[in-house]
């Protein structure tokens, strides 16, 4: 029996229940057996459209069902010149639709990428490695930094966990992991002793015990909720079927009164249903569907041209009708990596994405973020070939030292490490020891709670001056309002000692804060300005915290210093049960939301009558990419998931 809350549940008694042992796993029968039972850890694929089927959507308009039957007619007055003509312009048509279509189709064939992945499991008492579709519930996985998480899984025991669940959750930074007991109504996005298949470690190790696979897993219901999600026909193709049904009533009139007029005078009853019927085939513009399809045609190739794949051709006109985008956060508006953006010292605050102030108590905190950091470069810092390997927090801060003038190579033949007091999670900070001569330098980062109660003194720029209450509660707040800000907010100190086997974590020296975020695209700004001039309403939609929902929104220009207030997912459920889903048009930044608040989000829009474009690069956003009028994915970034269901993809 797989627990509904495993999150709430102790690791024993989820290996008791599951009938598994977290030393041995599962044994050899019953893991088969369970593969029989749950069937394959894989999700539903999606099924490429064949040329066929490609084919024979050309001819599913009513107005080019209409022409059809206007061809028909003519033939059988043998009217073959009319009827002939008409046959050309649909075949003309098809193929022109056929061929533009059938290369967009190979283009996302082409951006696939089909890997097999394998993970290490416990069974039969030993350590083996699996197919990642072979894997059950109730098996035990061993899993480090930089492997993929193949399943939903509850952690049993971990070391220095981060996991990416950006493309998940829209969460901008690598979550911290612990095995602690959640409550039962925590949300997805803070379930910290969980990990949810299609996410990746970031760093650290970790044993789990597998809770669902296959589609039952949280990357399987969004799945699932893609494949529900009903496609939008395009504002082209629902004008063009009410003219198709007005041209269906006007010439069935004008055929009928003809008709009846002509037999009210005596007119002969065959020579009247020819010229009525002449007359219908004649008012039917057999042009149209050949000057839209040649329009949009040459629309579509333009904007590949660009680097942008349409998938269908009507997503063309449907572009340009949009006067609302939806785009998430994470990835899209932002770059999806980490970024000191500042350093917050006694001196002041040096802003390391602006003008260098250069001050020195910046330099002394990057000096400690660089020696107490596991990540390093792979070849001669700096170098053609060089790149860095680590934790995306702590590559962030190689590259601010770098950028500051700190040379890490020369810091490591300067000091030494000898010893390092690995990350905790009830402790939240990291130490590492260094010779440096006849002492030894101890640097520390973490928490800023937890590191400024074991500081004594403050470093001011040019000494140490002791640090009353007065000053820690000065500093506290200053990294609650960081933190209410968007950013991640890391606490830096050092200490000097005599001997190597001192306590770490006492008596320290305060440098500063590193202010992270995960930055916004130097192009965004600009392009929701012209948006916004367009007459365009841009709405943020972001699985994020609230306060870095908001300062991204600042920083692009989404932000109204009047009209602008963050709504949550919890809040959006409210209003639904209320039937006031209206009051949440004027909102600008939605945070804290799910796969299905964006659907009605997008819903919402469409019923108050907007043209309404989705943008995003997750598995998160699959299913409002789907239902939105035009859907946006990112080509090289994105999910394929997210590619399989937009209208667009951006190479």
């Known amino acids: ?191 910290t002793n969980m990990l949810y298949k299609g996410t990746s470690l970031t760093r650290g190790s970790c044993e789990a015990i597998v809770m669902t696979t296959g589609m039952m897993t949280e990357l399987g219901e969004i799945s699932a909720l893609v494949i529900s999600t009903e496609d939008e026909e395009t504002p082209l193709e629902k004008r063009l079927a009410r003219l198709s049904r007005k041209l269906v009533v006007v010439t069935v009139v004008i055929a009928l009164s003809i008709l009846i007029t002509g037999l009210m005078r005596g007119r002969d009853l065959y020579l009247m249903i020819e010229t009525s019927i002449a007359l219908a085939v004649a008012a039917i513009p057999e042009g149209l569907p050949i000057i839209a399809t040649l329009a949009l045609a040459r629309g579509m190739w333009r904007m590949a041209r660009s680097n942008a794949l349409i998938n269908n051709l009507s997503a063309v006109e449907t572009l340009g009708a949009t006067n609302v985008i939806c785009t998430d956060k994470t ?157 991640r907010v890391l606490a830096f100190a050092q200490k000097y000692a005599r001997q190597e086997g001192v306590e770490p974590y006492e008596n320290l020296e305060f440098l500063g804060l590193a202010c992270v975020i995960d930055p916004p695209r130097k192009d965004i700004p600009a392009a929701i300005a012209s948006c916004r001039n367009a007459g365009i309403r841009v709405v943020m939609i972001t699985g994020d915290q609230a306060g870095t929902a908001l300062h991204v929104a600042k920083d692009v220009g989404i932000y109204d210093e009047v009209a602008t207030r963050v709504v949550t997912g919890k809040q959006i459920d409210t209003c639904q049960k209320a039937g006031q889903m209206e009051d949440l048009l004027d909102v600008k930044v939605f945070a804290r939301v799910s796969p299905q608040h964006k659907l009605d989000i997008i819903q919402m829009h469409q019923d108050d009558g907007s043209v309404v474009a989705m943008t995003g690069d997750g598995v998160n956003d699959a299913p409002a990419l789907k239902r939105a009028d035009i859907g946006v994915a990112m080509g090289i970034r994105g999910t394929e998931v997210a590619r399989e269901s937009a209208d667009m993809v951006l190479r």
């Open 1 to 191: 029996m797989v627990e509904k809350y495993p999150w709430n549940e102790v690791g024993d008694a989820l290996l008791q229940s599951l009938s598994s042992s977290w030393s041995a796993g599962l044994t050899i029968e019953e893991a088969d057996s369970r593969l029989t039972k749950y069937g394959p850890n894989k999700l539903q694929t999606h099924v490429a459209r064949s040329w066929l089927a490609i084919f024979f959507s050309q001819f599913k308009s009513l107005l080019v069902l209409l022409l059809a039957v206007a061809s028909g007619l003519a033939f059988l007055f043998h009217d073959w010149i009319e009827g002939l003509a008409i046959c050309a312009v649909l075949v003309l048509n098809a193929v022109i639709g056929f061929f533009t279509e059938l290369n967009a189709v190979r283009t996302m064939d082409s951006l696939r990428k089909y890997n097999k992945s394998f993970v290490r499991v416990r069974r039969g008492g030993g350590v083996k490695v699996v197919s990642a579709e072979e894997i059950v519930p109730g098996d035990v996985i061993l899993a480090e930094g930089g492997d993929l998480i193949a399943a939903d899984m509850r952690i049993l025991s971990c070391s220095r966990l981060q996991a990416d669940e950006s493309a998940l959750t829209g969460e901008s930074f690598p979550v911290d992991k612990q095995c602690g007991v959640l409550p039962n109504d925590t949300m997805l996005a803070e379930r």
């Open 331 to 487: 990835g899209t508006l932002t770059e999806n990596k980490m970024v000191v953006a500042s350093i917050v010292t006694k001196q002041g605050l040096d802003d390391l994405a602006g003008d260098q102030k250069g001050l020195e108590s910046t330099a002394e905190v990057l000096r400690v973020a660089s020696l107490c950091n596991n990540a390093q470069w792979t070849g001669l810092e700096g170098g053609e070939d060089s790149e860095l390997i680590g934790s995306p927090m702590e590559t962030s801060l190689l590259v601010a030292a770098r950028g500051c003038g700190l040379d890490q190579n020369e810091l490591k033949r300067r000091f030494h490490r000898v010893r390092e007091e690995a990350f905790d999670s009830e402790s939240k900070m990291m130490a590492t020891y260094h010779r440096d001569g006849d002492q030894f330098l101890i640097a520390v980062k973490g928490a800023a709670e937890p590191l400024l109660s074991a500081c004594q003194t403050v470093y001011t720029g040019q000494q140490f001056q002791p640090m009353f209450e007065e000053e820690r509660q000065w500093w506290l707040d200053k990294n609650n309002a960081l933190a209410l800000d968007g950013f």
